[in-house]
């Protein structure tokens, strides 16, 4: 199997001292034309971003305040004329924000608490504990990688509805969410080649003393794998609170009072009066931006490995 | 314990060297098993959920299933499927989506990094901006621009109007023409959505450019836009070249974007319908007799496809790693 094809995680912070040299060299910014070039782009790229990125979170955040007709006349206004906090109230009451915040935070944690346990340790026998065979199920595991999990929805729906020899079905419990966010080739893949860079005398020296794998993975493998234990959590986070068809199909198919933020948020636009919709959507929005202000660092500079997840 | 018995008998006996042979064999046998004990867990996940459902796919896709009863059905499921009309406007439309996706999502990142990558303030700033919206939740941010694309009270044909520009349906067009506003409004939602993941990649490649090499180009008098040409983008090939694999991955397999901004993903006269959404309906929107078999065939066409990119992708990766 050829090595995954993914940078390194860089450092979050450069370093200091001389900057790099990029398309325009210093000097010629330096010279009083390009001084005011540069502040006119500058000024230019930090007002257009705001504008297009900030922008329509000004719309998400400020027309859920809005009354419900105010929120579908023409022209749009800008400001609202009158401010209806109340809408944030009866939108949260109407669509059931509590449930839904609820049910994608128990199925974000278990996914994460299953992950956390199996690909980790999935991770450290492939890497330090080299069973037979291990090299094949790695490759297996790395060629799901290709497969996109969209195009199995179908015969991965049928078989959490009946799993085999086992004969459970699994539609409906927040199991269906967890288990199959196990199958993550890709966090495997960032937590061995973690565990790869940790030096073997580490592991020597523990077994000497006596300590079985799980306390060497506990003792001495864990607590320097920080940061890409923060990545990987991250990451399992982020993908189970963003996925919309997987529990669109196996928890809000069985019974709509189990789904996540945003199969019920789809659900209720139909029926809502749209400030409460945007209400609705600000709200499901609050907990990843802080989350992303956070987490900010690492999230950014786990991204370079991250996104390349296709 | 047995490297101390080691050390005291530097020359062991044939007997002493089979038993600490046997003992070897049975720590390596106990290793095995506390290995395969780790691994245990991730792997029966995988497969449950992952290498047994895509060869039940395979499999699905020959079948068909009638009153409960599954017979082998040959290519049948895969001759209906290429019979329906819908499969091909699927198709199309995926195919619109991908190639729009890759004008707008592909180069508008990549220039939006080069500029970043110029400017010596508010950098941290500008990065958090454009990968916020990767990370709020897809209904938040679709809902929103289904709010904007409104044909009557929407802020983007407010804004038109303003500029006397001729307004427009967005994503309620019922034009089929390529490209069709309908799909044009889905790739501008999903580019704001998504571009910020590009973005930071390009931009990470755009710091591995040695710097010399735009001294050299200055000494020979390159220009802004040689420089672009003849350095940063034959320095930034393989990324270029990964990210293209990948985003022809990630948009053929639109589902979400259109699903939410037409409710139900079909838009007017089935012009933003994509192949996920076809198997989608196939399988579980049909009204009463879900079809396995054909979204068994339709899933199989699509991941024939996409493996076609994702080894192109393993294959682009190989190479560097082979110098």
């Given at each position: 199997?050829?090595?995954?094809?993914i940078?390194?995680?860089?450092?979050?912070?450069?370093?200091?001292?001389?900057?790099?040299?990029t398309?325009?060299?210093?000097?010629?910014?330096n010279?009083?034309?390009?001084?005011?070039?540069?502040?006119?782009?500058?000024t230019?790229?930090?007002?257009?971003?705001?504008?297009?990125?900030?922008?329509?979170?000004?719309?998400l955040?400020?027309?859920?305040?809005?009354?419900?007709?105010?929120?579908?006349?023409?022209?749009?206004?800008?400001?609202?004329?009158?401010?209806?906090?109340?809408?944030?109230?009866?939108?949260?009451?109407?669509?059931?924000?509590?449930?839904?915040?609820?049910?994608?935070?128990?199925?974000?944690?278990?996914?994460?608490?299953?992950?956390?346990?199996f690909?980790?340790?999935?991770?450290?026998?492939?890497?330090?504990?080299?069973?037979?065979?291990?090299?094949?199920?790695?490759?297996?595991?790395?060629?799901?990688?290709?497969?996109?999990?969209?195009?199995?929805?179908?015969?991965?729906?049928i078989?959490?509805?009946?799993?085999?020899?086992?004969?459970?079905?699994?539609?409906?419990?927040?199991?269906?969410?967890?288990?199959?966010?196990?199958?993550?080739?890709?966090?495997?893949?960032?937590?061995?080649?973690?565990?790869?860079?940790?030096?073997?005398?580490?592991?020597?020296?523990?077994?000497?003393d006596?300590?079985?794998?799980?306390?060497?993975?506990?003792?001495v493998?864990?607590?320097i794998?920080?940061?890409?234990?923060?990545?990987?959590?991250?990451?399992?986070?982020?993908?189970?609170?963003?996925?919309?068809?997987?529990?669109?199909?196996?928890?809000?198919?069985?019974?709509?009072?189990?789904?996540?933020?945003?199969v019920?948020?789809?659900?209720?636009?139909?029926?809502?009066?749209?400030?409460?919709?945007?209400?609705?959507?600000?709200?499901?929005?609050?907990?990843?931006?802080?989350?992303?202000?956070?987490?900010?660092?690492?999230?950014?500079?786990?991204?370079?490995?991250?996104?390349?997840?296709? | 314990?047995?490297?101390?018995a080691?050390?005291?008998?530097?020359?062991?006996?044939?007997?002493?060297?089979?038993?600490?042979?046997?003992?070897?064999?049975?720590?390596?046998?106990?290793?095995?098993?506390?290995?395969?004990?780790?691994?245990?867990?991730?792997?029966?996940?995988?497969?449950?959920?992952?290498w047994?459902?895509?060869?039940?796919?395979?499999?699905?896709?020959?079948?068909?299933?009638?009153?409960?009863?599954?017979?082998?059905?040959?290519?049948?499921?895969?001759?209906?499927?290429?019979?329906?009309?819908?499969?091909?406007?699927?198709?199309?439309?995926?195919?619109?989506?991908?190639?729009?996706?890759?004008?707008?999502?592909y180069?508008?990142?990549?220039f939006?990094?080069?500029?970043?990558?110029?400017?010596?303030?508010?950098?941290g700033?500008?990065?958090?901006?454009?990968?916020?919206?990767?990370?709020?939740?897809?209904?938040?941010?679709?809902?929103?621009?289904?709010?904007?694309?409104?044909?009557?009270?929407?802020?983007?044909?407010?804004?038109?109007?303003?500029?006397?520009?001729?307004?427009?349906?967005?994503?309620?067009?019922?034009?089929?023409?390529?490209?069709?506003?309908?799909?044009?409004?889905?790739?501008?939602?999903?580019?704001?959505?998504?571009?910020?993941?590009?973005?930071?990649?390009?931009?990470?490649a755009?710091?591995?450019?040695?710097?010399?090499?735009?001294?050299?180009?200055?000494?020979?008098?390159?220009?802004?836009?040689?420089?672009?040409?003849?350095i940063?983008?034959?320095?930034?090939?393989?990324?270029?070249?990964?990210?293209?694999?990948?985003?022809?991955?990630?948009?053929?397999?639109?589902?979400?974007e259109?699903?939410?901004?037409?409710?139900?993903?079909?838009?007017?006269?089935?012009?933003?319908?994509?192949?996920?959404?076809?198997?989608?309906?196939?399988?579980?929107?049909?009204?009463?007799?879900?079809?396995?078999?054909?979204?068994?065939?339709?899933?199989?066409?699509?991941?024939?496809?996409l493996?076609?990119?994702?080894?192109?992708?393993?294959?682009?990766t190989?190479?560097r790693?082979?110098?």
């Open positions: 199997m050829a090595t995954l094809p940078a390194r995680p860089r450092r979050a912070r450069a370093q200091p001292g001389p900057r790099p040299r398309l325009v060299s210093s000097s010629q910014l010279l009083p034309r390009g001084k005011i070039i540069y502040r006119i782009v500058l230019l790229v930090v007002v257009i971003f705001t504008l297009v990125f900030i922008g329509p979170l000004y719309f955040f400020s027309d859920g305040l809005k009354s419900t007709t105010e929120a579908v006349q023409v022209p749009p206004t800008l400001i609202p004329a009158h401010l209806h906090p109340s809408t944030y109230v009866s939108a949260w009451n109407r669509v059931g924000l509590g449930r839904l915040l609820f049910n994608t935070l128990y199925y974000a944690f278990g996914a994460l608490f299953f992950q956390l346990i690909d980790v340790t999935a991770a450290y026998s492939l890497s330090k504990l080299r069973p037979a065979g291990g090299k094949l199920i790695f490759a297996l595991m790395l060629a799901t990688l290709m497969i996109p999990s969209t195009v199995l929805l179908v015969p991965q729906y078989t959490v509805a009946n799993l085999p020899i086992l004969h459970l079905n699994l539609i409906g419990s927040p199991a269906a969410i967890w288990l199959p966010s196990v199958a993550n080739a890709f966090n495997i893949f960032l937590l061995k080649r973690f565990f790869d860079s940790v030096p073997q005398e580490l592991l020597h020296a523990a077994a000497i006596g300590a079985s794998p799980l306390r060497t993975l506990r003792s493998v864990l607590p794998s920080r940061p890409i234990l923060a990545v990987v959590s991250i990451f399992a986070l982020v993908a189970v609170w963003k996925d919309f068809l997987w529990p669109l199909l196996v928890e809000y198919g069985y019974n709509p009072s189990r789904e996540t933020l945003n019920g948020i789809f659900e209720a636009a139909n029926t809502t009066p749209q400030n409460l919709v945007l209400a609705a959507s600000a709200m499901a929005a609050v907990p990843t931006v802080i989350f992303f202000l956070v987490f900010q660092r690492n999230i950014l500079s786990g991204l370079t490995a991250g996104s390349l997840k296709g | 314990m047995v490297a101390i080691r050390k005291a008998d530097p020359d062991p006996g044939p007997h002493l060297a089979r038993s600490r042979a046997a003992a070897s064999l049975g720590r390596k046998a106990r290793r095995n098993v506390s290995a395969h004990g780790f691994l245990i867990g991730a792997v029966l996940c995988f497969l449950f959920f992952s047994y459902p895509m060869c039940r796919e395979v499999i699905m896709s020959f079948q068909k299933t009638q009153l409960g009863v599954t017979s082998w059905a040959g290519w049948a499921n895969y001759i209906r499927i290429f019979h329906d009309p819908t499969f091909w406007v699927a198709w199309r439309n995926t195919l619109e989506f991908t190639v729009l996706a890759l004008i707008v999502g180069a508008v990142p990549f939006v990094a080069i500029l970043l990558n110029e400017l010596r303030h508010a950098k700033y500008l990065r958090c901006l454009v990968y916020l919206p990767v990370m709020l939740p897809p209904t938040s941010a679709l809902l929103l621009f289904a709010y904007f694309y409104d044909p009557s009270y929407g802020l983007f044909n407010d804004i038109l109007h303003t500029l006397h520009l001729p307004t427009s349906q967005w994503v309620q067009s019922p034009g089929t023409t390529i490209p069709s506003m309908a799909m044009i409004s889905v790739v501008i939602a999903a580019t704001w959505m998504n571009m910020g993941g590009a973005t930071l990649i390009y931009l990470a755009l710091q591995n450019i040695p710097g010399e090499l735009y001294e050299a180009a200055e000494l020979d008098g390159a220009g802004l836009v040689k420089k672009i040409r003849h940063t983008i034959p320095q930034t090939r393989l990324i270029l070249s990964m990210l293209l694999m990948l985003q022809i991955v990630a948009t053929m397999q639109m589902f979400v259109a699903f939410i901004l037409t409710n139900g993903g079909a838009g007017v006269n089935d012009n933003t319908l994509s192949v996920v959404n076809l198997i989608y309906t196939y399988a579980f929107a049909l009204s009463g007799a879900s079809n396995y078999d054909s979204a068994s065939a339709l899933g199989v066409v699509l991941m024939l496809v493996a076609v990119f994702s080894g192109t992708y393993l294959w682009l190989r190479d790693d082979h110098g």
